[in-house]
């Protein structure tokens, strides 16, 4: 008993510290980022494993106030897509989830294999088919019912809100939260008079809670992340500029903003540094804020898938 008791607390250590390690090893860019977006070129230099800055040195923040920067134009334009792209994917991954978990109908098996069958071709191929579809739509932008003579919804808001509104990962989700949720609960709503309506808003939803919070988690940090489609679709057009388009954009002119020469060659790593935390910072405190139910809907669909 007591070898079993001592194997026990040496497999703990065990797993514990190699979860140390692991974690570790996952926080080291982000602190590596912040530290560094601290320093300025020459500590950032001097330090090339984890900058450590000798002194606290605040330019890299400061300037972003000062320059001239439309922040809250990208952190709108970026919002307006989050809550675009967690609400109407989200529906869509809720109805479809209950139809392929709850609904008897020919040929579902098969529907949902070949929507599954989408997710093994990365999204980058769809980037050209779509493009040139938003380009060619008939009777946007300056396109005639050919969808030829115009730029169609190229540079337009419609360019980051139509593609992707069929999450099949989140179908999936949602179908296999459903399957684990007895049928018994249903059948009852039923037998009182429950349309599926007021099944779905009074029974289901309160259920989907942790398995929704990780779509909205994944999704919230996806879109405010985008910056190769927005790159792609919207690049003429700085009224849409999402946040890292923006950045990306602000951070050419970093060496400017500090009063460096004209064709200086060093690139100003700690005010990329800085930027990027700043555009981190919204998903870092939504994690914390929606962490619990995040671990009990990954945890659940562990468990239950």
């Not at 601290?38 to 800055?53: G, L, R, V, W």
């Not at 970026?78 to 020919?106: C, D, M, S």
């Not at 100003?268 to 935390?277: H, N």
Request: charged share 10%.
């Amino acid at each position: 008993m007591h070898t079993n008791k001592k194997k026990l607390k040496l497999g703990r250590v065990f797993v514990y510290s190699l979860l140390t390690v692991g974690s570790a090893i996952m926080a080291y860019p982000l602190l590596y980022a912040v530290l560094g977006s601290f320093c300025n070129i020459e500590d950032f230099i001097a330090s090339p494993i984890i900058p450590i800055p000798r002194h606290l040195y605040l330019e890299n923040y400061t300037i972003m106030a000062k320059a001239s920067f439309p922040i809250l134009l990208w952190v709108k334009n970026t919002l307006i897509r989050v809550v675009w792209y967690i609400t109407i994917p989200g529906i869509i991954a809720i109805l479809g989830g209950y139809a392929f978990a709850r609904l008897e109908f020919r040929g579902r098996e098969t529907v949902f294999t070949y929507l599954l069958s989408s997710m093994m071709l990365p999204g980058i191929v769809f980037w050209i088919p779509t493009y040139i579809m938003l380009a060619r739509f008939p009777g946007a932008g300056g396109n005639n019912w050919l969808g030829q003579g115009g730029g169609g919804f190229i540079n337009k808001w419609p360019a980051l809100l139509i593609p992707g509104l069929v999450n099949v990962y989140y179908i999936f989700l949602l179908r296999q939260t459903f399957y684990s949720i007895p049928e018994d609960f249903e059948e009852a709503a039923r037998i009182d008079g429950a349309n599926t309506l007021q099944i779905m808003w009074n029974i289901y939803l309160p259920m989907l809670k942790p398995t929704m919070t990780v779509m909205v988690l994944f999704q919230a940090v996806a879109m405010w992340n985008d910056y190769q489609w927005p790159l792609i679709a919207t690049v003429g057009n700085p009224d849409i500029f999402t946040l890292a388009l923006g950045v990306q954009r602000a951070l050419l002119t970093g060496a400017s903003l500090k009063g460096w020469p004209p064709g200086t060659a060093i690139t100003d790593y700690p005010f990329s540094f800085a930027l990027a935390t700043a555009a981190s910072l919204p998903t870092i405190l939504l994690f914390l804020w929606l962490q619990d139910y995040f671990v009990e809907g990954v945890q659940g669909f562990a468990i239950k898938g």
